[in-house]
């Protein structure tokens, strides 16, 4: 299979309900808020993607880089730190593709796409695609590719791995949010995290449901995906 994080999408400006109340307490109050358009990878940032950053910079490789688990070069790369993800971007950007991480405002309206009061990015039940229909733990992730477009034509959002979003994390954040194009806390002590993962007994996460970690800590089951 061959993948291409270059394939962007471009996720329409508007107002949507971010948030749930029938979640955990930090997805809650539900709010509405605009968020201007912006373009999405279609796919997480492949292991092969992020093999050419390191031979270029040299930098240290994600944890379990040689584990055969994780080798498959249309996985997505996982191993991967908040600081790792952001030094990505500004290498990508440098380089003339100027790209960042997703706020979690983003990366919920993408996730969400037309089915505005779902669960999951195609309706309220798991996809049946999900590999184990979303039983898990697995062995590993799966190929970014597999299973079907959501209907703003996104492979894997909300399912596989745990994608690292800029925000500063704030259980109470959502209290004070911004209506227009929220980007977080100015300070905070973990970084947002958004989706499923390979490791949990489920692989796929409700939209709004929101995760955290320190910005230095490399799971393998964190990765992330670009916006611009």
């Known amino acids: 299979m061959i993948i291409s994080v270059k394939t962007f999408v471009t996720i329409p400006s508007g107002w949507f309900d971010m948030g749930s109340e029938t979640g955990q307490r930090d997805e809650s109050p539900v709010h509405r808020i605009w968020v ?12 092969s993607e992020y093999q050419h ?7 240290e490789h994600p944890r379990d880089w040689d584990n055969p688990l994780f080798w498959n070069s249309a996985y997505p790369v996982v191993g991967v ?11 990508r950007s440098s380089n003339g593709d100027l790209v ?3 706020t979690e405002a983003e990366w919920e309206r993408a996730a969400r796409g037309r089915q505005a009061k779902h669960d999951y990015p195609s309706g309220n039940e798991i996809p049946k695609w999900i590999p184990a229909r979303g039983r898990g733990p697995l062995a590993g992730p799966w190929e970014v590719g597999l299973g079907e477009a959501s ?12 994608e690292w979003c800029a925000d500063w994390h704030s259980r109470t954040y959502y209290c004070h949010s911004p209506r227009r194009n929220p980007s977080g806390p100015s300070s905070g002590v973990r970084r947002s995290s958004r989706g499923g993962s390979w490791r949990h007994a489920l692989t796929i996460s409700r939209v709004s449901a929101r995760s955290k970690l320190d910005p230095s800590f490399r799971y393998t089951d964190y990765g992330f995906r670009l916006v611009r």
């Open 36 to 47: 201007d358009s912006f373009q999405i990878a279609i796919y997480p940032v492949t292991r």
């Open 53 to 59: 950053f390191l031979e270029d910079t040299n930098r």
């Open 81 to 91: 730190s908040w600081n790792d993800a952001t030094v990505y971007c500004l290498w």
């Open 100 to 102: 960042r991480l997703p």
């Open 151 to 162: 209907d703003f034509g996104l492979y894997g959002i909300a399912a596989n791995i745990h």
